[in-house]
């Protein structure tokens, strides 16, 4: 992938934050992820590149834009599987809550899995731990490995867990355990994330959410040294057969990083909506708007946080040619 694509999505994702800003807290979540929605794909029309995407809002029947398999850029540069969430945290936006992000990851042609969109089991881990989890381990385990690893003791370390009737025996069993939780109403892949920075707060990501959102966290924490692992959750026979159909005939397969992202490279990118722990959200005031983004690859190594600075009348629609 050619280098300046780092900057170029940055762009991305800070017209998808910028966008969906608008309708915090006013209880408006489809409104919210049509403008972020909307703003990514008119951004991702200038970005020279040539990507087709392999995880987004669904399939060409279900979104409009942003559908698997919709061919984006301009049609020059590299050839890159896309993965998109222009808004991780819909919810969250409607409410004005913690951590949404618009969030944008790439990759050469042909390395991001095509994840079903259905539930995954996960654990993800920051660099400390690689190597340390197993997804098939008990919770008491998986605990005790990420203490050792991070030089702490159990009692304090944190978990972060979406707080849903599913996770119910996995709350229960990291009280056992003596360790400290984090209860997310939304945003895995926020939290996923977070593991790999200790200003978080956040040491390991347990619990069920999307698969597809596994994807993007995955090429994330690629580029940040971590770790992910994941098992598909089927809801029901139709999801089964959906995985059969994908060619995964194993229910009970891992997917490691290797098959998350298999490729050498990635990029990631995702800017703050709202305020969370690693990044802050959109900020209006008269004609500008700030953002704040996090940008970075797996190449290089390189981390990025980037505050932007707009003017709302030179850009009104987010966009520029040139």
């Not at 992938?1 to 780092?6: A, C, F």
């Not at 305020?275 to 700030?290: I, M, N």
Request: charged content about 25%.
């Amino acid at each position: 992938m050619e280098r300046s694509l780092t900057m170029e999505i940055v762009r991305v994702t800070e017209a998808a934050a910028l966008s969906s800003a608008r309708w915090m807290g006013r209880g408006k979540k489809e409104e919210a992820d049509d403008a972020a929605t909307t703003a990514m794909r008119n951004v991702f029309d200038t970005i020279p590149m040539q990507g087709t995407v392999v995880i987004g809002e669904g399939e060409m029947d279900e979104a409009p834009m942003l559908y698997i398999g919709e061919e984006l850029g301009t049609g020059s540069g590299s050839s890159v599987d896309v993965a998109v969430d222009p808004l991780e945290g819909t919810n969250i936006v409607a409410q004005g809550t913690w951590n949404a992000l618009a969030v944008i990851a790439i990759a050469d042609q042909g390395t991001l899995l095509h994840a079903p969109d259905m539930y995954m089991q996960k654990i993800a881990v920051g660099p400390e731990a690689v190597g340390k989890v197993d997804i098939n381990a008990s919770t008491l385990e998986n605990l005790q490995s990420v203490a050792k690893a991070k030089n702490k003791h159990v009692e304090d370390v944190v978990a972060i867990v979406l707080d849903r009737p599913r996770h119910t025996k996995l709350i229960a069993e990291i009280r056992e355990a003596g360790a400290r939780i984090k209860l997310i109403p939304d945003g895995d892949v926020a939290a996923a994330i977070n593991t790999a920075f200790d200003d978080t707060g956040v040491d390991v990501l347990l619990g069920i959410g999307g698969a597809p959102e596994g994807v993007l966290a995955a090429a994330a924490l690629k580029c940040l040294g971590g770790e992910i692992q994941g098992k598909l959750v089927p809801s029901n026979d139709e999801e089964a057969a959906r995985c059969k159909e994908m060619g995964i005939t194993d229910i009970e397969k891992i997917f490691y990083m290797n098959d998350f992202c298999s490729g050498d490279d990635a990029i990631f990118a995702a800017s703050g909506v709202t305020d969370g722990e690693l990044l802050k959200g959109v900020q209006f005031k008269g004609s500008k708007a700030t953002t704040q983004t996090v940008v970075m690859r797996a190449k290089s190594g390189t981390v990025r946080f980037i505050d932007g600075e707009h003017s709302l009348i030179k850009k009104p629609n987010l966009v520029m040619e040139s």
